[in-house]
């Protein structure tokens, strides 16, 4: 802090050697560009902190019948090469589903395991679990497009959103590192499909 002191007056005496102007008018002139400055900031910052016209609620425009359509906005992808990659996935995936006989299904009320080895094959099962454990290491808007594809079979649709959101959300968020280790890369492959037990005090 000393030093710091002692170089500013330093330059501050260099000045007034060079401008023949007094100290305390060289100090003047400072003090007074820096609260220029200041005034410069605040009005940015103000600026910016300009409040915004209040949105109506929500949902009390629902009860009046009234949807604001700007809830629909749809995430864009950033670049068009991740746009292109992203097509390049939904395209075969949207090919398989057109195959898929999801009376059967639905008849059956399971989903034969030919089906669920394909579905790990294209790595649906890990389309959020990072790269480092074998998934797809999916973004939200990356894994919402490939969501509308396979939502073309309910069944299969529900079974991977289970698997993913509630499944192994858990070990994503909170798991430690031996535990992401040792589940992740079989519930990647589909090798392992994740449940969700939820319980409750007895009362």
């Keep these: 802090m000393l030093a710091r002191r002692i ?3 330093s330059r501050f005496g260099k000045c007034c050697r060079e401008s023949k ?9 400072l003090a007074s560009t820096e609260v220029s400055k200041v005034d410069d900031r605040q009005s940015a910052i ?11 609620p929500f949902a009390k425009n629902l009860f009046l019948g009234r949807f604001d359509k700007a ?7 950033k670049t068009n ?5 992203l097509n390049q996935m939904v395209e075969p995936i949207e090919k398989f589903f057109g195959n898929v006989d999801s009376k059967s299904i639905d008849r059956n009320a399971k989903i034969p395991d030919v ?3 394909q579905l790990g094959e294209m790595g649906l099962f890990g389309q959020q ?16 497009r ?19 959101a509630i499944g192994l959300k858990g070990i994503l968020i909170a798991g430690t590192e031996e535990q992401k280790e040792k589940y992740l890369p079989k519930l990647a492959t589909g090798e392992h499909i994740a449940a969700f037990c939820l319980t409750e005090p007895s009362r």
Aim: with cysteine; glycine share 4%.
């Design 81 to 85: 090469e991740e746009l292109e990659i």
């Design 129 to 144: 679990i990072p790269e480092l454990y074998g998934g797809l290491g999916l973004n939200a808007t990356q894994y919402a």
């Design 7 to 9: 170089k500013t007056l």
């Design 46 to 56: 103000s600026r910016d902190l300009k409040p915004t016209p209040p949105q109506p």
């Design 146 to 164: 490939l969501a509308e594809a396979t939502s073309m079979d309910s069944s299969i649709a529900v079974t991977l959103a289970a698997h993913q």
């Design 71 to 77: 809830m629909l906005t749809y995430p864009e992808i």
């Design 115 to 117: 089906i669920l080895k």
């Design 21 to 29: 102007e007094s100290y305390s008018r060289i100090c003047l002139r």
